[in-house]
C-alpha cells in the first residue's frame, strides 16, 4: 500500500519500539522510520499499477503530518 500527499506517492516500514528508549521517543512525538520509498506523482488515484500488480493508493492529505513528510520528501527528492 502507498500514501499519496503533496505530488507525492510514498510508503515506509516503522521501526517497533522495542527498547525503552524507541519507546520514550515515541511518547514525545518522535517516529523511525526504515526502507523509505517515494516517487513524484501529480496525480491521487486509488490503485496504481507497477508492472503487472495493482497496488492500493490511500490519500493521506488529511494528515498534516504526513503532508509535511510528503512536502519534505518532494523538496529532497534529488539529494543522495
Do not use: C
Not at 520509498?37 to 493521506?60: F, H, L, N, W
Amino acid at each position: 500500500m502507498l500514501k499519496w500527499a503533496e505530488g507525492v506517492a510514498f510508503s515506509y516500514i516503522d521501526i517497533l519500539q522495542a527498547t525503552e528508549s524507541l519507546t520514550n521517543d515515541f511518547l514525545q512525538g518522535r517516529m523511525y522510520w526504515s526502507d523509505v520509498i517515494s516517487a513524484s506523482t501529480s496525480e491521487d488515484k486509488p490503485v496504481t499499477r507497477v508492472g503487472t500488480v495493482d497496488i492500493s493508493v490511500i490519500d493521506v492529505t488529511p494528515n498534516s503530518f504526513l503532508r509535511q513528510v510528503a512536502r519534505w520528501m518532494k523538496q529532497h527528492k534529488h539529494e543522495e
